[in-house]
């Protein structure tokens, strides 16, 4: 298995344009989790899905924050529009329930 | 919700040296991992250990879910050991909470 591919690997945009995030989950993983990573806040998680479905969006910083998981194979984290402070690294992970994998972060600067 | 708590901050190493990491947390937890965040930002799974003692090569690691600690510990370090490491455990719930990790350094 290739682990869990997200897209881009880096990001760069300007203040107010809409950015999208792209994840694949390992085949059989049946959740997936999205993650930001800043120095200021560390590791903080933004929504899980299970089957698909969302279960716990408590950590969407704002409704500029977007996430959805059209079948097992794909998710996507939108941003519209985006603001400085949404710099960071975003990270997706998949599992069975135990271990996570985490892909590789797409590192997001908005100027 | 649980705190999560890491020790040291920050750890300095000469090739070749032992150390361990401590991970304390305020709650009962089903899920306990502990990872390691390479230098340029990858992030592995060392070990999925919520109770128990498990090894891995020269890591091992050993979780006392009654008294609400884990410990990870490294043998004979090497440069490539290089990064944070992370607990991370969640309550009863399916979503992890990480803490803020270990920076460790291992220099030749």
């Known amino acids: 298995d290739a682990g869990v591919i997200q897209s881009p690997r880096h990001e760069v945009t300007e203040m107010g344009q809409e950015v999208t995030l792209r994840c694949k989950p390992i085949s059989g993983h049946d959740y997936l989790f999205w993650y930001r990573q800043t120095m200021m806040r560390g590791l903080e998680l933004l929504i899980y899905f299970n089957n698909n479905v969302p279960i716990d969006d408590s950590g969407m910083p704002e409704d500029r924050f977007s996430a959805k998981m059209p079948n097992a194979s794909f998710s996507t984290l939108k941003i519209q529009p985006s603001e400085p402070r949404d710099s960071a690294v975003y990270f997706c992970?998949?599992?069975?329930?135990?271990?996570?994998?985490f892909g590789s972060g797409t590192r997001l600067t908005v100027v | 919700g649980i705190q999560v708590e890491q020790s040291p901050p920050d750890l300095i190493l000469q090739e070749g040296a032992n150390s361990t990491l401590r991970c304390n947390f305020s709650d009962s937890v089903n899920n306990l991992q502990w990872f390691h965040q390479n230098p340029w930002g990858q992030l592995i799974n060392l070990f999925y250990i919520p109770s128990g003692t498990k090894q891995n090569g020269r890591l091992s690691a050993t979780t006392v879910a009654t008294e609400r600690y884990s410990l990870l510990y490294i043998s004979s370090s090497q440069t490539t050991d290089s990064g944070v490491y992370f607990c991370a455990v969640d309550e009863n719930t399916d979503k992890l909470i990480f803490g803020t990790g270990t920076r460790l350094q291992v220099f030749p």
């Open positions: 992970a998949s599992s069975q329930g135990t271990g996570y994998t």
